[in-house]
């Protein structure tokens, strides 16, 4: 794709459109019915995940900025000086102005999915760093993409919000393994990781009193409506979030409240009263676990961060 926001220095390699349709046609004429947890941030959704970030009941980004800042000095000495400095599903990027403020970074390659998200976030960084180089890429990370050509120095990812958990466990293994051949002997991964705990308090970060992931739920429905012109009744579906403990995952699914079609494209896709569409899964590790799939994916696990309730993990890991 052509680079169309040179002044604000970003790449746009997002998703052919098609991609999209093609991928939710698929997702609903599965068996159960589901939709990949990545179309669920358009403009509107990454903006009520902001929402959520702020929540009471959503304990990860408050806990993982607390550990950032209480081990700041040895994750700044495990990063080193004159780092360039890549973000995997950047967002606000408002974790990262911890690790930016010490000008040890060299440059900045914040990736999102959402262009207008990045594009306002590259904006209010190169306000508060004009002397950092910032270079944003709209991409889906989670295929294979070149980064810009790097000044050469020691690269450090920052993959934090636990957002290795949207992957199935496998698909993990062979993100992180990829990821680690792309690495050189001192560059870093830096990553965050939600840790299985109390089933209720899982339960209740995806069920806010407030609607806010119900509303970032159902905003799937919205813009399949309209990006692809579809004709979902979003009333008619109701938001649910559970904990499936065999398998140490939170699960977010759409249920249909009552037996309806929906008429897509030259297709109907009909729902039974109770039936769900799949929209996400969060898993949840143990340290050892996730440190086992590090060791299987060819990273080294340097240090480990925990918060005193023992809630999340941020991992330092080298190649
Ligand atoms: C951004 C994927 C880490 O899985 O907790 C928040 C997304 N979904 N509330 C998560 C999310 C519902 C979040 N990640």
Not at 106 to 121: G, H, K
Request: proline fraction near 3%.
């Amino acid at each position: 794709r052509t680079i169309n926001q040179q002044h604000h220095n970003i790449t746009d390699l997002s998703l052919e459109p098609n991609d999209f349709l093609t991928d939710v046609l698929q997702g609903l004429s599965s068996n159960p019915k589901m939709l990949s947890a990545k179309y669920l941030y358009d403009e509107l959704g990454s903006k009520l995940f902001e929402k959520i970030t702020s929540l009471d009941e959503y304990y990860q980004t408050r806990t993982e900025i607390d550990i950032l800042h209480q081990s700041y000095s040895t994750i700044s000495t495990l990063i080193g000086e004159h780092v360039d400095l890549v973000e995997l599903g950047s967002g606000s990027s408002k974790k990262t102005h911890i690790l930016l403020d010490e000008q040890r970074v060299n440059s900045y390659i914040p990736i999102d999915i959402s262009t207008s998200m990045l594009t306002n976030t590259v904006d209010q960084l190169k306000e508060k760093y004009p002397s950092l180089t910032i270079h944003g890429m709209v991409a889906d990370y989670t295929k294979p993409f070149s980064l810009p050509a790097l000044g050469g120095n020691k690269k450090v990812t920052f993959f934090p919000g636990s957002t290795i958990g949207n992957f199935e466990p496998s698909e993990a293994a062979m993100f992180l393994k990829q990821l680690s051949q792309t690495f050189n002997k001192e560059d870093g991964l830096l990553i965050g990781v939600d840790l299985k705990k109390d089933q209720h308090i899982i339960e209740k970060a995806y069920n806010d009193e407030k609607g806010i992931t119900a509303a970032f739920n159902k905003n799937v429905l919205t813009r399949i409506n309209r990006e692809l012109q579809c004709d979902f009744k979003v009333e008619n579906f109701q938001h649910h979030a559970y904990y499936n403990t065999s398998k140490s995952r939170i699960e977010m699914h759409l249920i249909s409240t009552i037996d309806q079609t929906v008429q897509f494209q030259d297709q109907t896709f009909a729902f039974t009263k109770n039936e769900t569409i799949h929209t996400e899964n969060s898993y949840k590790y143990s340290i050892d676990s996730f440190q086992k799939l590090c060791l299987w994916c060819g990273f080294k696990p340097v240090e480990v961060f925990m918060d005193k309730n023992q809630w999340f993990s941020v991992h330092y890991l080298e190649v």
